[in-house]
C-alpha cells in the first residue's frame, strides 16, 4: 500500500502523518477522526512500524483511497517512523497526530485557514488530555502568539506535538533529530526557533491528546526529563543567555536576583511577551506547595511579570 491510491493524482493540501506501532486499540478513531474531517482534499499516511498485534488488519479493513500504508520492518521507532511518514507526504502542508490521539471534526480546516494568512510557518491548536486510566480530561494550556511561544521554550514544550500543521518545507528541511528518542518535539521546536521558523496557534481545542501508562514518555520519565533538559540548555544558551539564568528552583534572594533579569532579556530579545507567558516562566524558579505563603509567591509572580515587561521595553528602546 506504498503506492498513491487511485482518485489522489494530484498533491492534495494537506498530508497528515500518523506513526502507528501496536496501535490496534486506537487506531480506528484515530484514523477515522482524520478522514471524517470538514476538509476533504488530505491524504492519510500511516507508518505502520513494525506492528505486530492487529494494526495492519484495522487498517487494512479502512476502505478510503486517502488512506495511505507504510510499512516499516522492523520497528524502527516513532521518531524514525514519523519521519518516514514526513518524507513521503505530498501535501503543501503536513499535520501531526499519532495513533493514539484524536483530531475534531474541523482541526484541519482551520489550522490550514490560520497557515493561509501568511504571517505563520507553523500552527498548534488548543488540546485536551485525556487520562485513560481515570476518564478525567483536563484541558491543555495554550499560547497563541509567536512571541509567547518562542519565550515559553526556556520552560516547557509550548506546543502539543499531536496538534501541529506546518509548511511542509518545514518538516521537510527540519526532520526530527533520530538521536532524540525522547522529547524529540520539543527539540524540533527548539531547532525550529533557532532557525527562524514563525509560530502560531489556534485557541481552539482541535485534539484529544490520550495518556496511558503504555506510552513511552510515562514510561521512562528520567530520561524524558533529561532530554527537556538538554534541549532548554541548548534553546537558553542559543539566546546569548548566561546557563546560569536557566528557569529552575531556587530559594528566593536567588530567584528575585535572577528570574525578573531573564524575563527582562527575553523581553528585549524577543519582543513585548504577554503578562501570563512571563508569570508562567517566572513561576518556574519558585517552589510548589508554599501552603500559607502562596499568595505572597503569585503576588511575587505577577511583580517579577510585570517589572520584565517594563525592563525589557526600556531595554529594546535602549537597543534600538
Known amino acids: 500500500m506504498n503506492a498513491v491510491p487511485d482518485g489522489l493524482a494530484a498533491a492534495p493540501r494537506v498530508s497528515v502523518v500518523m506513526p502507528a506501532h501496536d496501535a490496534e486499540a486506537w487506531i480506528d478513531e484515530s484514523v477515522r477522526s482524520v478522514l471524517g474531517q470538514t476538509m476533504v482534499d488530505l491524504e492519510l499516511v500511516v507508518v505502520d512500524d513494525g506492528s ?3 494494526t495492519r488488519e484495522r487498517l487494512a479493513a479502512i476502505d478510503d483511497p486517502r488512506l495511505r500504508v507504510i510499512r516499516l520492518e522492523p520497528n524502527r521507532g516513532v521518531v524514525a517512523a514519523r519521519n518516514a511518514g514526513v518524507a513521503a507526504a505530498r501535501g503543501r502542508f503536513i499535520a501531526l497526530l499519532d495513533a493514539d ?3 475534531a471534526p474541523e482541526r484541519l480546516q482551520r489550522q490550514l485557514e490560520r497557515l493561509e494568512r501568511g504571517d505563520a510557518d507553523l500552527c498548534g491548536t488548543g ?9 478525567r480530561r483536563k484541558p491543555g494550556r495554550q499560547h497563541l502568539r509567536d512571541v509567547d511561544l518562542r519565550a515559553l521554550l526556556t520552560v516547557y514544550s509550548p506546543l502539543c506535538n499531536s496538534s501541529v500543521m506546518a509548511r511542509a518545507e518545514v ?6 533529530d533520530e538521536r532524540f528518542r525522547y522529547a524529540e518535539d520539543y527539540e524540533l521546536w527548539v531547532r525550529l526557533a533557532e532557525a527562524g521558523c514563525r509560530f502560531a496557534a489556534c485557541p481552539q481545542r482541535l485534539v484529544t491528546y490520550r495518556v496511558h501508562p503504555r506510552q513511552m514518555s510515562t ?30 528552583r531556587m530559594p528566593w534572594r536567588q530567584r528575585l536576583r535572577i528570574g525578573p533579569a531573564l524575563l527582562a532579556e527575553l523581553n528585549a530579545r524577543l519582543g513585548p511577551v504577554s503578562l501570563r507567558a512571563n508569570y508562567e516562566i517566572y513561576a518556574r524558579y519558585q ?3 508554599n501552603g500559607a505563603w502562596t499568595p505572597l509567591t503569585r503576588l511575587e509572580r505577577l511583580l517579577a511579570a510585570l517589572w520584565g515587561r517594563w525592563r525589557g521595553a526600556w531595554l529594546r528602546s535602549r537597543r534600538g
Do not use: C, M, N
Open 52 to 54: 505486530t498485534d492487529g
Open 101 to 103: 490521539d484524536i483530531a
Open 127 to 135: 488540546h485536551v488530555v485525556w487520562h485513560t486510566a481515570t476518564g
Open 171 to 176: 518538516f521537510k528541511a527540519h526532520p526530527y
Open 219 to 248: 514510561a521512562h520519565q528520567h530520561r524524558l526529563e533529561a532530554a527537556f533538559a538538554a534541549a532548554r540548555e541548548r534553546y537558553v544558551v542559543s539566546l546569548g543567555l548566561d546557563r546560569e539564568a536557566l528557569p529552575r
Open 287 to 289: 517552589y510548589r506547595g
